[in-house]
């Protein structure tokens, strides 16, 4: 089952990923809250986020287990941090938004059939929600809880520059490539750039589901830190260790075939018979290419390929063929048993239907 978070550990601290609606696909926060709590306590925690929201019920869930873990939490949007995600975004230490990024609160919304009581019980548990997150929203921003309360009320989207002047956010980054490939029409007030950002960018995965070989920069990859050694930015696989043996500089487990090969299969070009290989060319091959397998299989709507790929060290072609093969089988097949558009074939003309029509009554 595909999962809208994922978590993983890293030798100083954890990473943790919402990069989809949020409590989508059938999983709730039950999963999430359980890998956070195996997390140590004290551990640092880089929380990710590009997501429209979601389930307010788990987010409020996310929000009390973060505020709760004593280790320290850099929140970096990568995108959209909207809904019920904004509110996530309020139990880091520290709020880092790149100055293209988004940032919208506004109140709690939700569906319930059934009677009048139903209804009044649906409105009031809403209401309680709202006040939670209006105090979650001013306990950060320090301003009053009616002022909050009006720019939920009005659904309030923010950059980088409006959240920090309101104290949604502690730091402005510089601007990244996003992926806003979220459906934004649910929404009343999302800016014009981001509707036309998803425009263009649904276009762009409709005319091609996968980028070529040169396009490997992240579309929603977080902003990450230059390696002071390396001058490459660290973040999206594991790292490298450049004391370690370069024949196997990114390990076996990452697809690193061996000290002759690059991912993909690309030669390398420097064999141990004449010259030792050059470890910060190497990690900068094999983070272009993770990028690169990563960004095809964001694209193509299917993430969670992207692990197997690397463990493989499938080649982008090897990638592609694979995403395309998997989009088609996961295209619906209509069958004769759905109602079909169109004239029906058991459908007879009107001009036979009018014929057999005065023929009777002749």
Known sequence: MKSWYTIRARGTGAEVLIYDEIGAYGVSAKGFLAELGALPDDAPIDLRLNSPGGSVFDAVAIYNALTRHAGTITVWIDGIAASAASYIAMAGDEIVMPENAFLMIHDPSGIVMGTAADMRDMAGTLDKIAASMTRGYALRSGRPESE?????????????????????????????????????????????????????????????????????????????????????PAGNVDQVDATD??????????????????????????????????????????????????????????????????EEDAGLDAVRAQLLAAKAEADLQITPHHPQPGRSSTTRPWDDVIARTFRQKG
């Open 148 to 232: 909050i309360a009006a720019l939920m009320a009005s659904e309030t989207w923010f950059d980088a520059s409006d959240a920090l002047d309101l104290g949604l956010a502690t730091r402005m980054a510089e601007p990244v490539r996003i992926a806003a490939s979220f459906d934004i029409a649910r929404f009343r007030n999302a800016p014009p750039v981001l509707a036309e950002l998803v425009t263009a960018q649904s276009a762009a995965i409709g005319d091609d589901i996968v980028p070529d070989e040169n396009d490997v920069a992240g579309c929603d990859d977080p902003p990450t830190t230059p390696d002071p050694a390396t001058k490459v």
């Open 245 to 310: 043996d370069p024949s196997r500089s990114h390990g076996q487990s990452e697809g690193v075939a061996d000290e002759n090969t690059l991912p993909g299969g690309a030669e390398s070009g420097v064999t141990a018979a004449n010259a030792a290989p050059d470890a910060s060319a190497i990690r900068t091959e094999v983070i272009a290419h993770a990028r690169a397998v990563i960004d095809l299989c964001r694209l193509a709507g299917q993430p969670q390929m992207a692990g197997r790929f690397l």
